[in-house]
């Protein structure tokens, strides 16, 4: 069989003829060349070209692709392609390219080929890469315009007659062709475009393909209009969500989701969050008038506007009344406007906009809380997708497409599924009754009958993530981050490198992480081998080793400044003497002119030792022995209220912050039971009562002495 690998090398060798074939005689359209035109291979040389170059034309791209198609498609293949990239971006079209000529065309389709199938012969890197078609397709699809642009300004300045005709090759530009384009290029110069270039530049290709080397350029320091690689934004944005962002996101998305499912009387899992919405008066599903009938209304309104019948409509509502049939209508439910007689709810604009919020949080808290890839988010689908594990655990399944082949996985095809992640599946599910949709994540548009196997196409996850965003977040807080696809992911990582540095509370849904991952999947690791520091490891082992070093930077320096921040704020007996002793030790090195900045840096570097031992850093005498004089028992360890060797940093905020929530949620519960029951409030409750306060307070003014905001 004829592959590209015995084919590459019989280019060389009769390139001209190639060069006049392609341009001349429009061979790459026809697949073939004109009679009597097309010379014969003659004595003494290696290779006919005509042979070669149809056998070239009629070469596989794909299993739906050969090189003379002007359209490649790699929608088919034998391997896993997730749902996010089917369709238009496993595809790609060359006739939009409108100024290549067919030379130039040829030159590019073979170096694609030869990246795609020959990656050892193609090093742009220190070590081959195996690039997957989309990874190709997304390459060459940020070279081919510029080189488009190139073959414009050409044919503007000789004609177009000349240009086709004299075999202009990609190796006939110049530098300052180059330099020119450049400063008018109405695109980013990206990532991918450098990286196209290194590959047309590449020497396999020198050798094989163009008749001299292309001219070395450093494609990253032209005059572009916008070059995302040395300046992505104008301000330094931000590719994970900080603590305070995460623990909000968190807050206002758990709210959504258990208030929702509360709402239509469905069982909620996290009853920590549901609790803490009860406390805050969360009733946004009140506020919407979203009830099981409202629902099942609406339910209707969407099924019936997309073509479904009454009879395909009923098993997806609560309840089956008998006034939504039409009279007029045999078989058929009522039109809008009768459907929403039925109901006080109001089926408009607005209530549309709070389900696709519930919508967006629940998509959240999935991709927040299981560091899912968004390959792997796309393809859970919407039935079957919970599962429980040999020891009882809760996994969510997917499928890895990414790195398959890797051994030793955390999770595998299965991932932790915490409460508040059963309770956004559930929602999801909920929601699924009116989008008729095969897949779990997916867009708000009801999918018509019999066409749940033609959903192929994918919503954008950045939209959805951007959506939610920016109605949770301030103006000023979402403008910070750098919204992507992979942001919840280094999000969690970043909370995890935060655990394996000392912090021993992350936020209420974190806290169910730990002791369940050392079961799940295929292979059976060890709790003391998984720890929080290896898991966030593993969430970025796809980001790139400087994003991921950042990423871990970034939260042992967080865990410094909270420490050692001369200036920063601390709560016990002992805070005076802490602050006093670590202006001490920055002294020296400020009047040598560094900045605070750069020492935490350095302290970071050569792995400062702090030792957190809870909710506070003990300043007292270490002894093994129990001390009965100290509170370091139970939930009021290093208590600055209660000892004085405690100091409390930033770093203990969130064990605080536990010990306020659970505190003023076991509160609101007592006074509840009393009230229920009717009962006066007798001595042993008022002292419970004065003890819970007691600790509400406590925490409450640690919390202020923190400068942090008092939340459920």
Same mark, same amino acid.
């Given at each position: 069989m004829t592959t590209l690998v015995t084919l590459i090398y019989q280019i060389k060798p009769v390139r001209e003829e190639f060069l006049r074939l392609l %341009?001349?005689?429009?061979?790459?359209?026809?697949?073939? %060349? %004109?009679?009597?035109?097309?010379?014969?291979?003659?004595?003494?040389?290696?290779? $006919? /070209? @005509?042979? @070669? &170059?149809?056998?070239?034309?009629?070469? /596989?791209?794909?299993?739906?692709s050969v090189l003379k198609d002007l359209v490649w498609d790699f929608n088919d293949e034998r391997q896993l392609l997730a749902r996010n990239i089917q369709g238009s971006k496993s595809k790609i079209d060359f006739r939009i390219y409108t100024h290549l000529n067919s030379t130039i065309l040829f030159e590019l389709q073979i170096a694609f080929l030869c990246a795609l199938q020959m990656p050892g012969a193609i090093r742009i890197g220190k070590k081959p890469r195996i690039l997957k078609p989309h990874t190709v397709i997304d390459i060459f699809k940020a070279v081919i315009p510029f080189v488009d642009k190139l073959c414009a300004r050409k044919r503007l300045e000789q004609g177009d007659e000349y240009f086709e005709l004299c075999c202009y090759s990609l190796a006939d530009f110049c530098e $300052? #062709?180059?330099?020119?384009? +450049?400063?008018?290029? #109405?695109?980013a110069f990206r990532r991918e475009t450098d990286q196209g270039f290194r590959i047309l530049r590449s020497q396999f290709l020198a050798e094989n393909l163009f008749a001299r080397p292309l001219p070395y350029v450093e494609m990253v320091t032209l005059e572009w209009q916008q070059n995302s690689v040395i300046a992505p934004n104008v301000r330094e944005s931000q590719k994970y969500l900080d603590s305070h962002i995460f623990e909000k996101c968190s807050r206002k998305a758990t709210f959504a989701v258990v208030d929702f499912l509360r709402a239509l009387k469905e069982p909620v899992c996290d009853t920590d969050g549901l609790e803490r919405a009860k406390v805050n008066g969360y009733d946004?599903?009140?506020? +919407?008038? =979203?009830?099981?009938k409202s629902f099942d209304i609406y339910v209707a309104i969407r099924m019936s506007s997309r073509g479904y019948t009454g009879k395909e409509i009923e098993p997806f509502l609560y309840s089956k009344d008998p006034d939504y049939w039409s009279a007029r209508r045999p078989g058929m439910f009522k039109d809008k406007e009768a459907m929403c007689k039925l109901t006080k709810a109001r089926i408009n604009d607005d209530f549309y906009q709070y389900i696709t919020h519930i919508n967006n949080s629940a998509y959240y808290i999935i991709g927040q809380y299981t560091g899912m890839r968004p390959s792997e988010l796309s393809a859970i689908m919407a039935d079957g997708c919970l599962t429980t594990n040999d020891f009882g655990h809760n996994l969510l399944v997917s499928t890895v497409i990414k790195n398959r082949e890797v051994m030793g996985r955390i999770f595998g095809d299965k991932w932790a599924a915490i409460p508040i992640v059963m309770d956004a599946v559930r929602t999801l599910q909920i929601l699924n009754r009116f989008k008729q949709n095969p897949y779990l994540i997916s867009s708000m548009v009801t999918v018509r009958p019999g066409e749940q196997q033609q959903t192929k196409g994918f919503l954008s996850y950045t939209f959805i993530l951007r959506a939610f965003l920016s109605e949770v977040l301030e103006f000023e807080e979402f403008e910070k981050l750098d919204v992507s696809a992979y942001i919840l992911r280094h999000s969690l990582a970043h909370q995890m490198f935060r655990a394996s540095v000392g912090l021993p509370f992350i936020s209420y849904q974190l806290?169910?992480?730990?002791? =369940? @991952? %050392?079961?799940?999947?295929?292979?059976? &690791?060890? +709790? @003391?081998?998984? #720890?929080?520091?290896?898991i966030g490891s593993a969430l970025t082992s796809d980001a790139g080793r400087e994003a991921a070093n950042a990423i871990r930077h970034a939260a042992e320096k967080e865990f410094v400044t909270n420490a050692c921040d001369p200036d920063g704020g601390y709560v016990g007996d002992n805070a005076g003497a802490h602050r006093e002793r670590l202006k001490k030790y920055f002294q020296g090195y400020l009047e040598a002119g560094y900045t605070k900045e750069e020492i935490f840096n350095r302290m970071v570097e050569v792995g400062f030792a702090i030792i957190n031992v809870g909710q506070g850093y003990c300043y007292g005498d270490a002894t093994e022995e129990f001390d009965s004089s100290l509170p370091c028992v139970g939930s009021l360890r290093c208590n600055p209220y209660r000892c004085k060797n405690a100091v409390v940093t930033k770093a203990n905020a969130p064990k605080w912050r536990e010990v306020y929530v659970q505190n003023t949620i076991a509160l609101r519960q007592l006074e509840a039971q009393s009230q229920s029951a009717g009962q006066l409030i007798h001595d042993g409750f008022a002292k419970s009562v004065a003890q819970i306060n007691a600790v509400i307070d406590e925490a409450k003014a640690v919390l202020l002495g923190l400068g942090e905001e008092i939340v459920v």
């Open positions: %341009s001349a005689q429009n061979f790459l359209i026809m697949g073939h %060349s %004109s009679s009597g035109q097309a010379r014969q291979a003659k004595a003494g040389e290696a290779y $006919d /070209p @005509v042979m @070669v &170059l149809t056998a070239l034309m009629h070469l /596989p791209v794909s299993n739906r $300052d #062709d180059y330099a020119e384009q +450049a400063k008018v290029y #109405d695109r946004t599903a009140s506020e +919407a008038n =979203l009830t099981r806290k169910h992480f730990g002791n =369940l @991952v %050392s079961g799940i999947g295929q292979n059976r &690791l060890s +709790a @003391v081998t998984i #720890d929080y520091g290896n």
